[in-house]
Protein backbone atom coordinates (compact mmCIF):
# COMPACT_ATOMS: atom_id res chain seq x y z
CA UNK A 1 0.00 0.00 0.00
CA UNK A 2 1.38 3.58 -0.80
CA UNK A 3 2.00 6.21 2.01
CA UNK A 4 -1.24 8.40 1.00
CA UNK A 5 -0.09 11.24 4.13
CA UNK A 6 2.30 14.21 3.59
CA UNK A 7 4.82 14.39 5.64
CA UNK A 8 4.65 17.60 5.93
CA UNK A 9 1.12 17.35 7.13
CA UNK A 10 0.37 17.03 11.50
CA UNK A 11 -1.97 14.45 12.00
CA UNK A 12 -5.48 15.18 11.60
CA UNK A 13 -4.90 18.53 9.94
CA UNK A 14 -4.67 19.88 5.76
CA UNK A 15 -3.39 22.81 5.41
CA UNK A 16 -3.27 24.72 1.85
CA UNK A 17 0.13 25.70 2.16
CA UNK A 18 0.94 22.10 2.61
CA UNK A 19 0.07 20.69 -0.65
CA UNK A 20 1.27 17.17 -1.39
CA UNK A 21 3.20 17.20 -4.86
CA UNK A 22 0.34 16.79 -7.67
CA UNK A 23 -2.58 16.72 -5.34
CA UNK A 24 -5.91 18.24 -6.56
CA UNK A 25 -7.76 17.39 -3.04
CA UNK A 26 -6.24 15.72 0.18
CA UNK A 27 -7.51 14.75 3.50
CA UNK A 28 -6.41 13.98 6.98
CA UNK A 29 -7.55 12.20 10.11
CA UNK A 30 -10.95 12.40 9.00
CA UNK A 31 -13.45 11.35 11.27
CA UNK A 32 -17.36 11.10 11.03
CA UNK A 33 -19.49 9.60 14.14
CA UNK A 34 -23.24 9.44 13.17
CA UNK A 35 -25.36 9.24 16.91
CA UNK A 36 -23.66 9.36 20.44
CA UNK A 37 -23.12 6.80 23.37
CA UNK A 38 -23.51 3.22 22.98
CA UNK A 39 -25.41 3.59 19.84
CA UNK A 40 -23.11 5.85 17.95
CA UNK A 41 -21.14 4.54 13.89
CA UNK A 42 -17.37 5.84 13.69
CA UNK A 43 -18.14 5.55 9.80
CA UNK A 44 -14.83 6.93 9.06
CA UNK A 45 -12.32 6.25 11.35
CA UNK A 46 -9.45 8.50 10.56
CA UNK A 47 -8.71 8.80 6.95
CA UNK A 48 -5.40 10.02 5.36
CA UNK A 49 -5.95 10.33 1.64
CA UNK A 50 -4.28 12.15 -1.34
CA UNK A 51 -6.08 12.56 -4.55
CA UNK A 52 -3.36 13.45 -7.69
CA UNK A 53 -4.52 15.88 -10.21
CA UNK A 54 -5.77 14.09 -13.47
CA UNK A 55 -6.15 11.02 -12.01
CA UNK A 56 -9.10 8.47 -12.19
CA UNK A 57 -9.36 7.25 -8.50
CA UNK A 58 -12.34 4.70 -7.76
CA UNK A 59 -13.12 3.36 -4.42
CA UNK A 60 -14.87 0.35 -3.21
CA UNK A 61 -15.62 -1.51 -0.50
CA UNK A 62 -18.48 -3.54 1.45
CA UNK A 63 -21.86 -1.80 1.73
CA UNK A 64 -21.55 -0.14 5.52
CA UNK A 65 -17.84 0.66 4.56
CA UNK A 66 -17.93 4.37 4.66
CA UNK A 67 -17.73 5.29 0.55
CA UNK A 68 -20.69 7.29 0.55
CA UNK A 69 -19.84 9.46 4.07
CA UNK A 70 -16.30 9.61 3.06
CA UNK A 71 -17.36 11.21 -1.08
CA UNK A 72 -19.59 13.48 1.42
CA UNK A 73 -17.05 14.67 3.41
CA UNK A 74 -14.39 15.34 0.65
CA UNK A 75 -17.20 16.77 -1.51
CA UNK A 76 -18.57 19.47 1.33
CA UNK A 77 -21.77 18.05 1.43
CA UNK A 78 -21.10 16.77 5.27
CA UNK A 79 -19.12 18.15 7.91
CA UNK A 80 -16.49 15.30 9.43
CA UNK A 81 -16.57 15.06 13.06
CA UNK A 82 -12.89 15.83 12.76
CA UNK A 83 -9.89 16.12 10.53
CA UNK A 84 -10.18 18.27 7.18
CA UNK A 85 -10.15 18.61 3.30
CA UNK A 86 -8.83 20.28 1.35
CA UNK A 87 -10.15 21.13 -2.74
CA UNK A 88 -8.28 22.91 -5.21
CA UNK A 89 -6.13 24.97 -2.37
CA UNK A 90 -8.97 25.80 -0.18
CA UNK A 91 -9.82 23.87 2.97
CA UNK A 92 -13.11 22.83 2.85
CA UNK A 93 -13.93 22.60 6.33
CA UNK A 94 -13.31 26.18 7.32
CA UNK A 95 -15.70 27.57 5.01
CA UNK A 96 -18.78 29.62 6.07
CA UNK A 97 -21.97 28.12 4.56
CA UNK A 98 -22.00 30.75 2.04
CA UNK A 99 -18.61 30.03 0.94
CA UNK A 100 -19.31 26.44 0.58
CA UNK A 101 -21.89 26.62 -1.57
CA UNK A 102 -20.01 28.96 -4.10
CA UNK A 103 -17.42 26.25 -3.89
CA UNK A 104 -19.60 23.12 -4.79
CA UNK A 105 -21.45 25.04 -7.80
CA UNK A 106 -17.71 25.91 -9.37
CA UNK A 107 -14.85 23.65 -8.09
CA UNK A 108 -16.68 20.92 -7.44
CA UNK A 109 -18.29 18.86 -10.32
CA UNK A 110 -21.05 15.67 -9.13
CA UNK A 111 -22.49 12.98 -10.68
CA UNK A 112 -25.16 11.16 -8.95
CA UNK A 113 -26.63 7.44 -9.35
CA UNK A 114 -29.70 9.24 -10.84
CA UNK A 115 -28.86 11.70 -12.80
CA UNK A 116 -30.66 14.60 -11.43
CA UNK A 117 -31.14 16.31 -14.69
CA UNK A 118 -33.99 19.31 -14.73
CA UNK A 119 -37.04 17.53 -16.81
CA UNK A 120 -37.79 20.56 -18.26
CA UNK A 121 -34.65 21.77 -19.44
CA UNK A 122 -32.64 20.70 -22.82
CA UNK A 123 -29.43 18.84 -22.81
CA UNK A 124 -27.47 21.85 -23.52
CA UNK A 125 -29.46 23.84 -20.46
CA UNK A 126 -28.89 21.31 -17.88
CA UNK A 127 -25.02 21.54 -18.62
CA UNK A 128 -24.84 24.97 -18.28
CA UNK A 129 -27.13 25.27 -15.47
CA UNK A 130 -24.71 25.26 -12.05
CA UNK A 131 -22.65 28.21 -13.97
CA UNK A 132 -26.39 30.04 -15.00
CA UNK A 133 -27.08 29.87 -11.17
CA UNK A 134 -23.75 30.95 -10.03
CA UNK A 135 -23.51 34.00 -12.55
CA UNK A 136 -20.40 32.36 -14.17
CA UNK A 137 -20.12 32.92 -17.71
CA UNK A 138 -19.93 29.75 -19.32
CA UNK A 139 -16.43 29.21 -21.35
CA UNK A 140 -18.00 28.25 -25.10
CA UNK A 141 -14.78 26.89 -26.49
CA UNK A 142 -14.73 24.71 -23.51
CA UNK A 143 -18.44 23.81 -23.64
CA UNK A 144 -18.05 22.50 -27.01
CA UNK A 145 -14.86 20.31 -26.25
CA UNK A 146 -16.85 18.66 -23.03
CA UNK A 147 -19.53 18.36 -25.44
CA UNK A 148 -18.07 17.08 -28.46
CA UNK A 149 -16.26 14.21 -25.93
CA UNK A 150 -19.48 13.09 -24.24
CA UNK A 151 -20.64 12.76 -27.72
CA UNK A 152 -23.89 14.08 -27.35
CA UNK A 153 -23.75 16.69 -30.22
CA UNK A 154 -26.57 15.95 -31.95
CA UNK A 155 -28.85 15.19 -28.79
CA UNK A 156 -28.32 18.74 -27.07
CA UNK A 157 -31.72 20.04 -27.42
CA UNK A 158 -33.64 17.13 -25.96
CA UNK A 159 -34.99 17.49 -22.55
CA UNK A 160 -33.88 14.23 -20.91
CA UNK A 161 -37.23 12.36 -21.13
CA UNK A 162 -36.16 12.16 -24.46
CA UNK A 163 -32.97 10.94 -23.75
CA UNK A 164 -31.42 7.00 -22.89
CA UNK A 165 -30.38 6.71 -19.60
CA UNK A 166 -26.56 6.39 -20.79
CA UNK A 167 -27.27 9.54 -22.55
CA UNK A 168 -29.04 11.32 -19.62
CA UNK A 169 -25.70 10.15 -17.04
CA UNK A 170 -23.42 11.35 -20.23
CA UNK A 171 -25.09 15.37 -19.85
CA UNK A 172 -24.67 14.97 -16.33
CA UNK A 173 -20.86 13.91 -16.73
CA UNK A 174 -20.69 17.23 -19.04
CA UNK A 175 -22.36 19.17 -16.41
CA UNK A 176 -20.16 18.26 -13.79
CA UNK A 177 -17.10 19.32 -16.24
CA UNK A 178 -18.22 22.76 -17.89
CA UNK A 179 -16.82 24.59 -14.79
CA UNK A 180 -13.75 22.68 -14.98
CA UNK A 181 -13.62 21.74 -11.42
CA UNK A 182 -10.78 20.71 -9.21
CA UNK A 183 -12.28 17.46 -8.69
CA UNK A 184 -15.65 15.42 -10.13
CA UNK A 185 -17.43 12.99 -7.81
CA UNK A 186 -19.19 10.23 -9.14
CA UNK A 187 -21.63 8.34 -6.94
CA UNK A 188 -21.68 5.71 -8.34
CA UNK A 189 -22.72 6.89 -11.95
CA UNK A 190 -23.15 3.09 -13.19
CA UNK A 191 -25.48 1.74 -10.97
CA UNK A 192 -28.68 2.42 -12.96
CA UNK A 193 -27.19 1.89 -16.34
CA UNK A 194 -26.45 -1.47 -18.46
CA UNK A 195 -23.39 -2.66 -19.16
CA UNK A 196 -23.27 -1.02 -22.83
CA UNK A 197 -24.25 2.62 -21.24
CA UNK A 198 -22.13 1.98 -18.47
CA UNK A 199 -18.86 1.57 -20.91
CA UNK A 200 -19.57 4.73 -22.76
CA UNK A 201 -20.36 6.74 -19.43
CA UNK A 202 -17.02 5.00 -18.09
CA UNK A 203 -15.59 5.80 -21.17
CA UNK A 204 -15.95 9.09 -20.85
CA UNK A 205 -15.15 9.90 -17.41
CA UNK A 206 -11.64 8.36 -18.27
CA UNK A 207 -11.14 10.30 -21.30
CA UNK A 208 -12.00 13.56 -19.38
CA UNK A 209 -9.02 12.77 -17.40
CA UNK A 210 -6.47 11.75 -20.06
CA UNK A 211 -7.43 14.11 -22.59
CA UNK A 212 -8.89 16.77 -20.68
CA UNK A 213 -6.81 16.45 -17.51
CA UNK A 214 -9.68 16.48 -14.86
CA UNK A 215 -9.65 14.52 -11.96
CA UNK A 216 -12.04 12.61 -10.95
CA UNK A 217 -12.89 9.74 -7.62
CA UNK A 218 -15.95 7.85 -8.68
CA UNK A 219 -17.09 5.21 -6.00
CA UNK A 220 -18.57 2.00 -7.19
CA UNK A 221 -19.46 -1.60 -6.31
CA UNK A 222 -19.00 -2.85 -9.91
CA UNK A 223 -15.38 -4.20 -10.42
CA UNK A 224 -15.48 -3.17 -14.05
CA UNK A 225 -16.65 -0.10 -13.73
CA UNK A 226 -12.92 0.30 -11.01
CA UNK A 227 -10.98 -1.10 -13.59
CA UNK A 228 -11.55 2.29 -15.54
CA UNK A 229 -9.47 3.76 -12.76
CA UNK A 230 -5.86 4.37 -12.38
CA UNK A 231 -6.00 3.96 -8.67
CA UNK A 232 -8.64 1.40 -6.70
CA UNK A 233 -8.62 2.22 -2.72
CA UNK A 234 -10.67 0.26 -0.71
CA UNK A 235 -12.16 1.41 2.69
CA UNK A 236 -13.45 -1.45 5.72
CA UNK A 237 -15.15 0.07 8.80
CA UNK A 238 -14.15 3.70 8.00
CA UNK A 239 -10.23 3.04 6.96
CA UNK A 240 -8.36 2.78 3.56
CA UNK A 241 -6.85 -1.07 4.01
CA UNK A 242 -5.51 -0.97 0.36
CA UNK A 243 -4.43 1.25 -2.75
CA UNK A 244 -4.00 -0.62 -6.15
CA UNK A 245 -2.10 1.28 -8.99
CA UNK A 246 -3.61 0.28 -12.34
CA UNK A 247 -5.68 -2.78 -11.38
CA UNK A 248 -7.15 -5.00 -13.75
CA UNK A 249 -10.57 -6.43 -12.88
CA UNK A 250 -8.91 -9.82 -11.69
CA UNK A 251 -6.76 -7.64 -9.53
CA UNK A 252 -9.58 -5.91 -8.03
CA UNK A 253 -11.95 -9.26 -7.65
CA UNK A 254 -8.89 -10.48 -5.49
CA UNK A 255 -9.11 -7.57 -3.49
CA UNK A 256 -12.51 -7.52 -2.74
CA UNK A 257 -12.18 -11.46 -1.77
CA UNK A 258 -9.02 -10.79 0.19
CA UNK A 259 -11.54 -8.24 1.84
CA UNK A 260 -14.22 -10.42 2.69
CA UNK A 261 -12.03 -13.05 4.35
CA UNK A 262 -10.05 -9.94 6.81
N1 LIG B 1 -27.10 9.70 8.46
C1 LIG B 1 -26.65 8.64 9.11
N2 LIG B 1 -27.02 8.38 10.38
C2 LIG B 1 -26.55 7.30 11.04
N3 LIG B 1 -25.69 6.40 10.52
C3 LIG B 1 -25.31 6.59 9.26
C4 LIG B 1 -25.75 7.71 8.48
N4 LIG B 1 -25.17 7.63 7.25
C5 LIG B 1 -24.40 6.54 7.26
N5 LIG B 1 -24.47 5.91 8.46
C6 LIG B 1 -23.75 4.69 8.86
O1 LIG B 1 -22.37 4.90 8.59
C7 LIG B 1 -21.77 3.72 8.06
C8 LIG B 1 -21.16 4.03 6.68
O2 LIG B 1 -22.23 4.31 5.78
P1 LIG B 1 -21.97 4.70 4.25
O3 LIG B 1 -23.32 5.00 3.65
O4 LIG B 1 -20.93 5.73 4.15
O5 LIG B 1 -21.41 3.33 3.66
P2 LIG B 1 -21.24 2.88 2.14
O6 LIG B 1 -19.92 2.15 2.08
O7 LIG B 1 -21.41 4.03 1.23
O8 LIG B 1 -22.43 1.86 1.99
P3 LIG B 1 -23.26 1.40 0.66
O9 LIG B 1 -22.28 0.69 -0.21
O10 LIG B 1 -24.30 0.45 1.23
O11 LIG B 1 -23.85 2.62 0.05
C9 LIG B 1 -22.86 2.65 8.04
O12 LIG B 1 -22.75 1.88 9.22
C10 LIG B 1 -24.14 3.47 8.03
O13 LIG B 1 -25.20 2.76 8.62
Excluded at 101 to 123: D, E, M, W
Excluded at 181 to 188: G, K, L, R, T
Amino acid sequence: MEPTASPTSPPGSARPGDAPPGAAAWARGLVKTYGQGETAVRALDGVDVDFRSAELTAIMGPSGSGKSTLMHCLAGLDAPTSGSVVIGGTEVSRLSQRRLTALRRTRIGFVFQSYNLVPTLTAAENITLPLDIARVPVDRAWFEEVVSAVGLGDRLHHRPSELSGGQQQRVACARALVSRPSVVFADEPTGNLDSRSSAEVLGFLRRSVDELGQTVVMVTHDPRAASYAHRVLFLTDGRITADLSAPTRRDILDALGQAEED
